[in-house]
């Protein structure tokens, strides 16, 4: 699943580096709240269910905003051009399946990634892997 999902990984965990970098308070477990709330969304719209917009509030709407719209042009565009795929190589749009998947296995990272290095961890391991 990671190989072929690669680049879509990537530009999720782009989409909250950009939230990172506006609100450095923002920790593991903010992340990690978002991506479930994330996962939730799109587990409804691949069982073809009506997907309410996440509940949070605060940093974490802010950062859910961001992740959903970022999620949307994935499923709709595709993988746009990063570091993982060369820019002629054109992308189908990405299912929302794909998406619960992904997401998924992100909520593990920040698992790992939190009990490695504390409350920041995984923000700093994707802040000197993503750019």
């Known amino acids: 699943m990671i190989e ?6 990537y530009t999720i965990e ?9 609100h450095p308070e923002i920790t593991d477990h903010a992340v990690r709240r978002v991506y479930e709330a994330a996962t939730s969304y799109y587990r409804a719209v691949a069982a073809g269910r009506p997907a309410d917009a996440p ?36 992308s189908e749009p990405v299912s929302a399946q794909t998406l619960q998947r992904c997401l998924n296995r992100l909520v593990r990272s920040v698992e790992k990634g939190t009990k490695r290095a504390g409350v920041t961890g995984y923000l700093n391991l994707i802040a000197t892997h993503v750019r």
């Not at 072929?4 to 990984?9: I, P, Q, R």
């Not at 859910?64 to 565009?77: F, K, S």
């Open 55 to 90: 509940a949070l509030g605060g940093v974490e709407k802010i950062i859910c905003d961001e992740l959903l719209a970022t999620c949307e042009v994935l499923r709709t565009e595709g993988v746009g051009e990063t570091e993982l795929q060369a820019p002629a190589t054109e």
């Open 4 to 9: 072929e999902n690669l680049a879509t990984l």
């Open 14 to 22: 782009k989409s909250i580096l950009r939230s990172y970098r506006s």
